[in-house]
């Protein structure tokens, strides 16, 4: 199986901070990888596949990059509507697997 | 609207089983693959199983195989997940969520639209 590590489990930052999150597989998976984001109590919502797609409807400041091992989730600057939890899932090969998710909190 | 709403969840006991639906409306179920992924509470998200529009391709995580069952009737609009065996650490938020038409029927599995869940608890 593939193992998905997110860096770091809990983000404290600002309104308008840059915000990155780190996604590590443990094996190469091409660009076969999604982003999420998840708010208390509501289901998650896509916000960019195949790596750096920026899904339809989500907004600009959210941006992906990477390939191969590495990926990283850029929010250019924070919006209180912004804090939530963010995952990664690898879609490269069954089973899928997820990151354990990113806590984005107010600092 | 494009929507999907999952029913069935509830409480049961150790060893017990459980039907979950997930009825499709806003857009042609059998053009797309399905998934259910579920939430441990306060737990982060695991994908559970995944079927092909067809039918002909089903997929499931080795913590459940043998005990889910996956299954769609794309003519009720409708994707199920059969629950048998169940276990305490099966209790969750169980969510279905579509694969986009993206790839195909069988690749590119990420998830574009999420119902809201419906939670299963086993207790005894």
């Known amino acids: 199986d593939i193992q998905m590590t997110q860096s770091p489990s809990t983000l404290s930052a600002s309104v308008g901070d840059r915000v990155t999150i780190t996604c590590r597989a443990s094996q190469s998976i091409s660009s076969w990888l999604a982003w999420y984001q998840q708010k208390p109590g509501k289901a998650p919502n896509l916000l960019i596949y195949?790596?750096?797609s920026l899904e339809s409807g989500v907004p600009s400041r959210f941006s992906g990059s990477g390939s191969g091992t590495e990926f990283t989730l850029t929010i250019s600057s924070l919006l209180p509507d912004d804090f939530a939890t963010y995952y990664c899932?690898?879609?490269?090969?069954?089973?899928?697997?997820f990151g354990q998710g990113t806590n984005v909190e107010i600092k | 609207e494009v929507q999907l709403v999952e029913s069935g969840g509830g409480v049961v006991k150790p060893g017990g089983s459980l039907r979950l639906s997930c009825a499709a409306s806003g857009f042609t179920l059998s053009s797309y693959s399905m998934n259910w992924v579920r939430q441990a509470p306060g737990k982060g998200l695991e994908w559970v199983s995944s079927?092909?529009?067809?039918?002909?391709?089903?997929h499931y995580a080795d913590s459940v195989k043998g005990r889910f069952t996956i299954s769609r009737d794309n003519a009720e609009k409708s994707l199920f997940l059969q629950m048998n065996s169940l276990r305490a650490e099966d209790t969750a938020v169980y969510f279905c969520?579509?694969?986009?038409?993206?790839?195909?029927?069988?690749?590119?599995?990420?998830?574009?639209?999420w119902g809201k869940g419906t939670t299963v608890t086993v207790s005894s």
């Open positions: 899932q690898q879609f490269d090969s069954w089973p899928l697997t």
């Open positions: 969520a579509r694969k986009p038409a993206d790839g195909g029927e069988n690749y590119y599995y990420y998830m574009d639209v």
């Open positions: 079927i092909s529009r067809s039918s002909s391709d089903k």
């Open positions: 195949k790596a750096s």
